[in-house]
Every structure is written in C-alpha cells, then in structure tokens.
C-alpha cells in the first residue's frame, strides 16, 4: 500500500531537478545577501565607534552575519537534500539527517524574524549610547595632549562637517564645555582670569564653537565667537541668524543615518524571510516527494525482499522440473 | 619580403591560440574598466566645472569612454577567433572578417595609446583652467548677493574642506583678496575705515582665511584671523605652524586628483599585444588551410608584403571609394 504514490517520468525528474538546484542557488545568494547587510552595518558602527558609548549594539550586525552564515549553509545543505531525493538510492543516506534539518530550518527562520525586528526597535538603545558618546567627545575635545584622546578633536570636527551637525542637541551644548585646552590660554591676561574666576569649577567657558559647526549655507563669514552677542558683529541678530552654524544636534543627525540604515536592512531581511517562506511552502515536492517515496521505499523493500526468498525457492532441488532431464534432450 | 617569419609547430600553434584566448579576456576586462575610469573621469570633472574656466580637458575623458568600448569589442572577438583557430573547418568563415578587423583595431589602438600620452599633455591646460577659475571663485566669494554668483562661497567651502587645501596657490591668496562683503563691514568703526584707507583699491583686506581653511587635525582651536600675528595669540608662531590651516593649494590638490585618475590607463598596452599574437595565428592557420595533415609546421609572419606596400594595400580601397564619390555628381 502506497501512500500518495507520485510517479515521474524521467524528463519531469529532469526538471524538478532544475528547479531544484536554481531555487537552492537563489537561497544560498539570500544567505550571502544577509551575511554582506550585517557586515556593512558592523563597519558603520565601526567608523563612528568613537562617539558611542557602548558596543552593545554590535550584536544586531553580529546577529545578521551569523543568520547570514548559517543561512548559507543551511540552504546549501537544503539543496543538496532536495537534489538526491529525486535519487532514491542516494536518498537512504539522508534519511536521518532529516529530520533535525527541518527543526533546523525552523529555527533559522526565526532568528531570521528575530534579526529583522531588532533592526527597527534598537532605536532607543543608540539614543542613548550616542548621547553619552557625544556627550564625551566633547569634553574630551580639548584633550589632544592625552594619549588615548588626541584624536577626538578631529573625530568631532569631521563629523560635525561630514553630517552639518554642531554638539550634542544643539550648538548651546559648547556653551557649557571648556573647548579650548588651558595650553591655548593666556593666563596672564585679565580677560581670561576674569572668566575663570566667574566659573564655579574654574574652567573657561565662553559662547563660541569650534569652526567645524560654521554653515557653508552661510552668506557671510562665519561667526563662531561671541555668537549670542549682537553687538559684537555689524548687522546680525543671534535670534533670526538661521544659516550661520548648523543647526541640527549631532545626536539627531546619526540617529537619523542608522535608523534609516537599519530600516533599509530590516525590510530586506523581511523580505528574504517572506521569501524563504514562500519557498518552503511553495515547493512541498522536496519534503512530500521524502515522505512518498519513503512509503513506497519500505512498500518496494519489502517485496524486493520477497522477490529474492522467492528467487531462492526457486531454485531448490525439489521444484526444479529440468532437474532430472538429461544434457543430451538440451 | 615577408615581415618578421616565425616558424610554428603545432603545439606552439595550439600553445598561442590558448595562451591568446586568456589575454584577450583579460584586455577585454582591461577594455571595460578603461570605459568605467573614462566615465568616472567626466563625471569628477563635470563636479567640479565651476573652479574651471573651459572645458577643453573633457577630451581625455572621451577618449577614454571610446577606447574603452572598442577595446571590449575588439577583444571580445579576438577571443572568439581564436577558439575557433585551431579548428580547420570553422575557421575559414572569419576569412572575409579578418582584414577590416585588422585595420579598425590597429586604428583604435593607435588611438588609445594618443590618449595616454594626451592626458600628459593636458596637465598644462587643466593647471591653467584651473588657476583662472579658482581666482575667479575666490574673487566672488563675497558676492552671495550677486546672481550668477551666489552659489561660489558655497562651492569654494566645500572644495576646501574636500581636497583639504587652502587658497589658489597658498593660503597667502586670501590675503589679496576681499572676501568679506562690505554688507558685513561696520563703516562707522575706525579699524575698518583704516584698512579700507590703506588699501589702493578701497579694498577691506586682512590676513585671515575662510573657516573652511581650516585643518580638523590641529591641537589648538583654528586661528584664522590674524594669522600672521604671533602676538595676537597666545603661544602661536606663524612660521613653524603646519597644522593650524591647509598648507597646499587647491590648484595643486586639484591637479594631483586628476592625474591620478588619468593614469590608471596603462591597461591599453594589453591590446597591442594581443593583436600581433592574433596576426601570428591567423598567418599560422591560413597555410595549413587545405592541407590533410593539420598538424604540420607553418610559418606565420606579421606582414606579407613590407610594411609601405601593405599600408598602400589598406589605403587604395579608400582612395578608389573617394574617387569614385567625386566623380559621381
């Protein structure tokens, strides 16, 4: 008794086998897609490591390398299986491995899920990572003397003009932070001690920005000093001056570059999970075509079996009928 | 008189068509990422069309892009030729294709290599464009009122911090220059009447540079007023100072990029190469045309008659053909 017996011509074998083997180089490229998606997002964090707090989110980009790798093998592997099962000698030899290969695959799917739903909810995570790093970068700014922090100036600097960003939230935040390393400062100078002496913890904060925050939308030279002074400068209003420095936080500004970098990565990896759904319930042949043939396997094992008792009977002294002929009759 | 004979046996032939199948992919590679560098080319240039005062460095670039596709296309068949040379019966149909084949890629590769040594040749006419477009943008960098104009203060910035180069030649061009609007300028205050006084012009100068002189690798805080006062800041000696503005010039960082990029055409030489193997082959299997034994010795040789009487043979077609077109109305 066959169950559900499926016979197939050879030139149908010869297709199903096609499909087969294009539809495993299809999921084995989904793999390497998502392998090369969480290795571009490691090395994004990678360049602005510097102005973030922790390293806590790198397990988003580790999670999709390694869904990536496994996918590949995984798929690799799927492939293979689906390729020899249309073989059915060939197919006695993975008969075990089955089985934990589909649990495999289930879980795979839903690291893939996993992955893809992290990339949209570690927002708050890299808010918060990226104002303490920021927050930082900027009083270390002035520290290009101390092994360990003597690129944090350049670090800052780049960024504010690579994204048109100035300080944490906004310019003010320099307002607060000694920018200028007392190696800079002349001590002497009345002007300089009044001001160090005005401030509770001695350090010398004024209202100006480093260059890197001045606007290239600017019509005029840029106003980095005395910025909340309108008499300092000829013809300027500190409230109604848009274009003079930029005015967008920093923290805003590479939020907004990661959350629409994860955003991008999340979709495809949504969609290669859908895919690969699709895939599996599509294409049943694969794992349908094991369980048939596994029925009409043990069903043609058996009376294989029974052919071969039969065969031997056969031959027994008793029912041979030419046994007693003799060679001259032949 | 036959030019430059070569005796080949028949493992040498099979030897040359092999080893000319693998370099004529390779040339065609080379021919596609020559046409990839030709567009890349233009596409920097047309970048940064405003610091330039004409055009005439755009050649380079299009040659490059025309080279780079016939090299594809001579190579791509050089490759197939040649799988088919060693097969007596396939190749005679490429017979009537091989002559004007011959002449069109002996054409092109005369014309990439002109174009290596153009973009040599260039470099003098892209300095100059370039120096009298960035005095112009350096000029009207005041002028964000002006129409036509007001996009220069912005392009400049950017090309300076880009490049991370200051001025035409120097920063010291900044000096000569009023690059602060009188829209901006306090005519009521003694210092700026005092300065504009001094000046021949009436002109506002000072020795200060645009912030985006400024170098993000310095220790200290940017100076870039006053830069030639060492009193004016504490601690600060103008002459022994690298790090605090851009030392080089835009023109000469402009010049180096796109030198650079120029000279990463050396991959036209593969082409020539692989056309004299080419010629090689075909002469090698046009004498065992015909013969039962294909695997006899030929000769191949580069060119049947001398080299003036082959010339003449290519050129009296075109001159009959140009004749007969005068003759006609």
């Known amino acids: 008794m066959a169950v559900g017996k499926v016979t197939f011509t050879k030139a149908e074998r010869e297709k199903l086998a096609q499909l087969l083997w294009l539809l495993n180089w299809i999921s084995v490229l989904t793999g390497v897609i998502l392998f090369s998606l969480g290795l571009f997002l490691r090395v994004e964090i990678q360049k602005r490591q510097e102005v973030m707090s922790d390293q806590e989110i790198l397990y988003v980009p580790h999670m999709l390398i390694t869904t990536g790798l496994v996918a590949c093998c995984i798929n690799f592997l799927g492939g293979k299986i689906c390729y020899e099962c249309t073989d059915t000698s060939k197919f006695l030899r993975w008969k075990l491995v089955l089985l934990p290969y589909i649990v495999c695959t289930f879980f795979f799917t839903f690291c893939v899920l996993v992955g893809a739903l992290m990339c949209y909810s570690i927002r708050n995570q890299l808010e918060e990572s990226l104002f303490l790093g920021l927050r930082n970068a900027m009083r270390y700014y002035k520290d290009t003397d101390t092994p360990g922090r003597c690129f944090l100036k350049r670090t800052v600097d780049l960024l504010q003009m690579q994204f048109q960003c100035c300080g944490n939230a906004g310019y003010r935040d320099w307002f607060h932070v000694q920018w200028i390393s007392n ?11 009044d001001r160090l002496r005005s401030n509770v913890e001695g350090k010398y904060l004024m209202d100006g920005v480093p260059f890197s ?14 910025v909340t002074n309108n008499s300092a400068h000829y013809n300027y209003r500190h409230q109604t001056e848009q274009l003079n420095l930029w005015r967008r936080g920093c923290r805003q500004a590479l939020l907004d570059h990661y959350t629409s970098i994860m955003r991008s990565i999340g979709l495809i990896v949504l969609l290669i999970w859908l895919f690969e759904n699709v895939l599996r319930l599509g294409n049943p042949d694969c794992e349908s075509d094991g369980w ?28 041979d009928p030419n046994i007693n002929a003799s060679p001259l009759s032949a | 008189m036959v030019v430059m004979k070569m005796k080949f046996p028949f493992e040498k032939r099979v030897k040359l068509a092999q080893g000319l199948w693998v370099l004529s992919w390779f040339a065609a590679v080379a021919g596609a990422i020559t046409f990839t560098l030709g567009c890349i080319l233009k596409t920097e240039l047309r970048k940064r069309a405003e610091v330039m005062d004409n055009t005439d ?27 088919d040379a060693l097969d007596a019966g396939r190749f005679p149909r490429w017979k009537t294709f091989l002559k004007p084949y011959f002449a069109t890629s002996c054409f092109f590769t005369v014309l990439m290599l002109l174009s290596v040594v153009m973009s040599y040749v260039m470099k003098g006419s892209l300095e100059n464009s370039l120096k009298i477009g960035l005095r112009n943008g350096i000029r009207f960098y005041k002028d964000t009122d002006t129409p036509g104009r007001c996009f220069q203060k912005q392009n400049i910035d950017r090309l300076q911090m880009d490049f991370q180069c200051c001025g035409n030649t120097d920063h010291r061009d900044w000096f000569e220059v009023q690059w602060i609007s009188n829209r901006y300028l306090d005519f009521s205050s003694k210092d700026v009447k005092d300065r504009i006084k001094s000046n021949v012009d009436g002109r506002y100068l000072l020795d ?12 200290r805080p940017c100076i870039q007023y006053q830069i030639t006062n060492n009193s004016a800041h504490y601690n600060y000696d103008y002459q022994t100072e690298e790090l605090n503005i851009y030392l080089r010039g835009c023109r000469e960082a402009l010049v180096h990029y796109y030198m650079g990029l120029m000279n990463t ?10 056309l004299v193997c080419l010629r090689y082959l075909q002469t090698a299997m046009e004498a065992v045309a015909g013969q039962e034994n294909t695997e006899i010795e030929t000769e191949g040789y580069l060119l049947e008659k001398g080299v003036k009487e082959t010339i003449m043979e290519y050129v009296d077609p075109v001159r009959m053909y140009s004749h007969l077109t005068r003759l006609r109305p």
């Open chain 1, 183 to 193: 190696r800079y400062l002349d001590m002497t100078s009345s002007d300089v001690r």
């Open chain 1, 213 to 226: 925050c001045c606007s290239t939308l600017s019509p005029r030279p840029c106003i980095q000093q005395q």
């Open chain 1, 292 to 319: 048939i043939l596994e029925n009409s396997l043990a069903e043609t094992a058996r009376s294989n079996f029974n052919i071969i008792k039969n065969l031997g009977k056969c031959y027994q002294v008793d029912d």
């Open chain 2, 57 to 83: 460095v755009h050649v380079v670039p299009n040659t490059l892009m025309l080279v780079g596709l016939a090299s594809l296309g001579i190579n791509y068949f050089a490759g197939k030729i040649c799988q």
């Open chain 2, 208 to 219: 200060g540079v645009p912030f985006s002189c400024c170098n993000p690798s310095s220790p």
């Open chain 2, 265 to 274: 055409i050396g991959a036209g030489v593969l082409t020539g190469s692989v």
